[in-house]
């Protein structure tokens, strides 16, 4: 069955097991204590975890899927890995799906495949390892279809590590159990480490009854997909498309929105820029409209001004 099912449908389910050995990585890197830390820049740290589970996720997915162009945080990675890295298994869960009919025949050259290894670097190193997670966010096109959030430090109640959350627009969701948000309230998510006077000036706009500050693209929409939240909040350049794909997709499979300030969605075709200029808001259950018009037009216009 797995040979013959359309492309979109084994590069998820590739995509997922892939994610799930990235997890194992992660964890094993964290185990063994050194965790090689490299600074990028302001905020943004690397590890030995995020450079291995890259390799992981790339060159086990290169090896299915040698046509499909695939993006990864970490830059250009070394397709030599041991046997132990390279996952073949198409998870056979997902590939009793069927196929939304908008996918069957979407080419191999018509994807993009965003690989953030490990979101929530910072919050690994720092010991808040519930914020990780290894996002594969599949795009077709110009838009965010598919995507992967895996968790390598959830427990599950038989006490295996890791959960994996799956979402293809057309299909649905799987892998956790939706939950509203609480009614009457208005939960803001939010980041723990890029804020400003802009950000901030955008929070104070909502009148939010609380604010969670939490790490993380995949994390943050979490959040919102269990309702612990309502909204995503960040009015500030900083993340990059990496960190919006797989969280997107998954969302709006979901029935939510996640686009720029503005209300607009962004591009994730091969040839766009990484970085998201005019920062992120994601909503669900809620107007998404209305939350972008409540966003100060002084501030929409700031954020991502070259």
């Known amino acids: 069955m797995a040979a013959t099912a359309p492309v979109i449908m084994r590069v998820m389910a590739s995509s997922i097991s892939t994610a799930k050995r990235a997890g194992g990585i992660i964890r094993d890197v964290l185990k063994k204590g050194d965790l090689g830390i490299v600074d990028k820049g302001k905020n943004d740290l690397q590890t030995e975890a995020d450079r291995c589970a890259q390799r992981c996720i790339i060159a086990s997915l290169t090896k299915k899927f040698p046509t499909v162009k695939i993006i990864g945080e970490e830059g250009g990675s070394d397709l030599n890995v041991c046997d132990d890295w390279l996952v073949s298994e198409l998870d056979e869960g997902f590939l009793q ?35 990780v997670t ?28 890791g959960r994996t959350i799956w979402g293809l627009k057309g299909l649905g969701t799987g892998g956790y159990t939706a939950v509203p948000a609480p009614p009457g309230q208005f939960i803001i998510t939010t980041t723990r480490s890029h804020s400003n006077a802009l950000h901030q000036q955008a929070l104070n706009a909502f009148a939010s009854t609380e604010v969670l500050k939490v790490g993380g693209a995949g994390f943050k929409v979490l959040q919102l997909l269990e ?10 350049p900083g ?15 979901q029935g939510g929105t996640l ?14 820029e990484h970085v998201n200029r005019q920062g992120v808001l994601a909503s669900l259950g809620q107007n998404h409209a209305e939350l972008v018009g409540k966003i100060p037009a002084e501030v929409r216009a700031a954020v991502g001004a070259k």
């Open 239 to 253: 993340c990059k498309k990496w960190d919006t794909c797989a969280p997107e997709a998954v969302l709006e499979a």
């Open 97 to 131: 799906q069927s196929c939304p009919s908008e996918w069957e025949d979407v080419k191999p050259e018509d994807f993009v495949i965003w690989v953030d290894p490990l979101d929530g670097t910072a919050e690994y190193t720092q010991g808040h390892v519930e914020h």
């Open 259 to 272: 686009t720029n300030i503005n209300g607009d969605h962004y591009a994730y075709n091969a040839d766009v």
């Open 227 to 236: 309702g612990k939240a309502h909204a995503y909040v960040f009015a500030t």
């Open 134 to 161: 290894v996002l594969i966010g599949i795009a077709v096109k110009d838009s965010a279809v598919g995507g992967i959030i895996h968790q390598p430090f959830y427990k599950q109640p038989d006490g295996e590590m």
